[in-house]
């Protein structure tokens, strides 16, 4: 009997010694957890920005549109009317508020490359920014390889290198919408404009309608 119970003792101290302590699995599962969180908010911020950048080149391309279909209209009046006098005034103000637009507008929807030569040891030192594709671009392939390997092997120093990225894309949004701002503050005040104008000589009696 001596014999069996010491067998059952030493067989439960081994199965005892296999499982890992309780406080071991938590870390291990709250560590998951903070990774699963950190990359969720990359992921829901990336898409953020994706569409964000897509809403400003819609409204940009809206802009273009319309003032050049505006200046385009506005010309063949001009051009029809074949005399130059104060009563074109509103149409010079509307044909210049819309110039002026188009050209922010242009500037809103331009691509914006920031192209700069990186090294490895950039991209190690987290300097750089390998996931945008106008630095990427000016290492080798080898060059590339390496440096995807290092942000493998090296979880901090890919969330950094997202960190960056998210940055240069806000960045990028910021000026578009800042140009966009510009372009339709601009539409409106050219419209505006050209329609005071038009009232303020039409009840002056600049314009007479034809019998």
């Known amino acids: 009997m001596s014999e069996q119970s010491s067998l059952h003792v030493a067989m439960s101290g081994a199965g005892a010694e296999d499982v890992p302590p309780t406080n071991e699995k938590k870390d291990?599962?709250?560590?998951?957890?903070?990774?699963?969180?950190?990359?969720?908010?990359?992921?829901?911020?990336?898409?953020?920005?994706?569409a964000l950048s897509r809403l400003a080149d819609n409204k940009a391309n809206m802009l273009l549109s319309i003032n050049g279909v505006i200046i385009s209209v506005m010309i063949a009046i001009v051009t029809r009317v074949g005399v130059v006098s104060w009563s074109l005034l509103p149409l010079i103000v509307l044909i210049s508020g819309a110039l002026v637009s188009l050209a922010f507008a242009v500037l809103a929807a331009r691509p914006r490359l920031g192209r700069g030569r990186i090294t490895v040891d950039e991209v190690r030192n987290g300097t750089s920014n390998l996931l945008f594709f106008g630095q990427f671009t000016t290492l080798s392939l080898d060059d590339f390889q390496t440096s995807l390997d290092e942000l493998a092997k090296d979880r901090k120093l890919l969330y950094h290198h997202l960190g960056r990225q998210l940055y240069h894309m806000g960045e990028s949004l910021n000026g578009k919408?800042?140009?966009?701002?510009?372009?339709?503050?601009?539409?409106?005040?050219?419209?505006?404009?050209?329609?005071?104008l038009f009232i303020a000589m039409y009840a002056m009696g600049r314009f007479t309608v034809a019998a």
Do not use: C, S, W
């Open 177 to 196: 919408y800042r140009h966009l701002q510009i372009a339709y503050a601009v539409f409106l005040a050219g419209v505006a404009g050209a329609t005071l």
């Open 28 to 50: 291990k599962k709250k560590k998951k957890d903070e990774n699963r969180g950190i990359e969720t908010m990359y992921r829901v911020t990336y898409q953020n920005h994706i």
